[in-house]
């Protein structure tokens, strides 16, 4: 089977990125996400529109994926559809990508076994989140660095355009697989500089253009300080140990999902140290690599950040279960026991991935959805509930605000802020005035930030002004987020200069008083 595969070649990677895509596409069209997919989109859209990230509008992403976003809006206009077709790509790629790593090391059904654990785990949840680009570029540096390192080093350059702690995990962990080569000092240096280099030049000439536009102070502000400062204390959650639900298998194995990735990736580590040898320890580039998407899954554990980690504790128990009789057979008792329990740990790791991400993909084929019957929307779909009361919000404010005219978005209070509705501007086509789309807490919970948006809609006095009072908007998270900032400036404001014109379930259309009325 080996030497028909190898025959094969391209077709059968093609033959894989095809099956990978239709696991991520069967459901793309699925969902709307109201905070994370309306940020990117009105990022790209604003950038579509010539405004420059950090100086025009708040953000604190890198600024890869909305400028390749802004790009296809300016090709194809403004849609929920685009996207998704990019995403669909990028998780296939992403799954190919894994598989030819683990194949490196593994055999051909434990190489497979980390492409379905890989391709499940990219398809959910979707989103226009700039990792799996990032992960696609990572793994592909981890599939060069061994012999073209200026070419890894200029996927690593670009990896950092769309994660910055991608490239940074990518780059520590080739310049020390370099470090414990088995090649003289000098020659290790060379090799370092080699892979070095190119990541500079490439990310410098893709980030300066953008920094020198927004400037070097709200550059690093939003894209180095806040990230490491400010999101860590409002957006981290803690571990989930204890599952306290009722009680469905099901439920169980989402829950657990982050622990058994760690348990996997503990295993497999243990397991592949045994195995390091001076003359190959291109190994140890992976393992700081799964490492640092430990480290991002921890800062926030939710499902939005576990995809990572599972892609590479695929790729590393499918190395970690592959036998090596020869180095492990005369060992002593230790390190058969350590061998043991890695091995163990990851297949349990690799089989509850597995498992989980199979189960996602079911639960997604058997969720009810209908189309929604907007302009942008282009065949994407909701829940009935969700998609009814979304539709006539939008055709209201699509007949009372012309095209160009501002709205303003909002969330059920200002004081407590745990997610937004920016895709709203997106589905409308209607501008934010003021800067802030994002639902950051820490900033749009603050006083000065309230200030300068009050005084901005006190200048433009948009024709409608949505309220979303869902309750995730204001939810009691265990962070500092989900507790009130104390300032309801904007919200005093509203009640003085808007009246409750129409609702539509959650969503509360708002207009402006007569000024003599005030």
Not at 230 to 259: A, C, E, M, N, T
């Amino acid at each position: 089977m080996t030497r028909a595969l190898r025959r094969k070649g391209w077709p059968w990677l093609v033959l894989l990125f095809a099956g990978a895509a239709l696991l991520s596409a069967i459901t793309v069209l699925n969902g709307v996400q109201p905070n994370d997919e309306g940020l990117m989109l009105q990022a790209a859209r604003r950038i579509a529109g010539g405004q420059v990230p950090y100086r025009d509008f708040w953000w604190y992403y890198p600024p890869g994926q909305p400028y390749l976003l802004a790009g296809v809006w300016k090709l194809f206009g403004p849609s929920l559809l685009d996207w998704r077709i990019v995403r669909v790509a990028s998780d296939a790629t992403v799954s190919v990508l894994a598989y030819a790593l683990a194949r490196r090391r593994a055999s051909v059904g434990l190489a497979l076994a980390a492409w379905l654990a890989a391709a499940c785990a990219m398809a959910f949840p979707t989103g226009p989140h700039p990792f799996p680009i990032a992960l696609a570029l990572a793994l592909a540096a981890l599939l060069t660095f061994e012999r073209r390192l200026a070419l890894a080093g200029a996927l690593a350059g670009l990896c950092a355009v769309w994660r910055i702690e991608f490239a940074a995990y990518l780059a520590v962990g080739i310049v020390l697989a370099i470090a414990l080569g088995p090649e003289p000092r000098r020659e290790r240096a060379r090799r370092a500089a080699r892979f070095a280099v190119p990541v500079v030049l490439v990310a410098g000439a893709l980030y300066v253009p953008v920094v020198a536009a927004a400037g070097l102070g709200r550059s690093w502000h939003l894209l180095v300080r806040y990230p490491l400062i400010d999101f860590q204390k409002y957006q981290s959650l803690p571990f989930p140990w204890r599952y306290q639900g009722s009680f469905r298998v099901v439920r169980v194995i989402h829950f657990y999902l982050p622990l058994l990735l760690l348990v996997g990736l503990a295993g497999s580590v243990a397991r592949l140290a045994l195995r390091i040898r001076r003359a190959d320890p291109a190994p140890v580039a992976t393992m700081v690599v799964a490492a640092g998407m430990a480290h991002y899954m921890l800062v926030r554990t939710d499902l939005f950040h576990t995809a990572p980690l599972a892609v590479l504790v695929g790729v590393l128990a499918a190395w970690a279960l592959t036998s090596e009789r020869r180095g492990e057979r005369g060992a002593p008792a230790v390190r058969r026991v350590v061998a043991m329990a890695g091995a163990a740990g990851a297949a349990l790791g690799l089989v509850w991935a597995l498992t989980e991400g199979i189960d996602r993909r079911v639960e997604g084929l058997e969720e009810n959805t209908v189309p929604i019957h907007l302009p942008v929307a282009d065949g994407v779909r909701a829940r009935p509930l969700r998609a009814a009361p979304l539709e006539k919000a939008a055709d209201y404010v699509r007949a009372h605000v012309s095209p160009g005219d501002p709205i303003y978005v909002t969330g059920a209070r200002a004081d407590l802020v745990t997610s937004g509705y920016p895709l709203f501007y997106v589905l409308t086509e209607r501008p934010n005035p003021t800067r802030y789309d994002i639902a950051a807490p820490g900033v749009v919970t603050s006083a000065p930030v309230q200030r300068e948006i009050v005084r901005v809609l006190e200048r433009v006095r948009p024709r409608i002004v949505l309220r979303w009072a869902a309750p995730v908007t204001a939810l009691p998270e265990p962070n500092q987020a989900g507790r009130s900032s104390g300032v309801r400036i904007l919200d005093v404001y509203l009640a003085r200069a808007y009246r409750l014109e129409r609702r539509f379930g959650i969503y509360l259309l708002l207009a402006p008083r007569p000024r003599t009325a005030r």
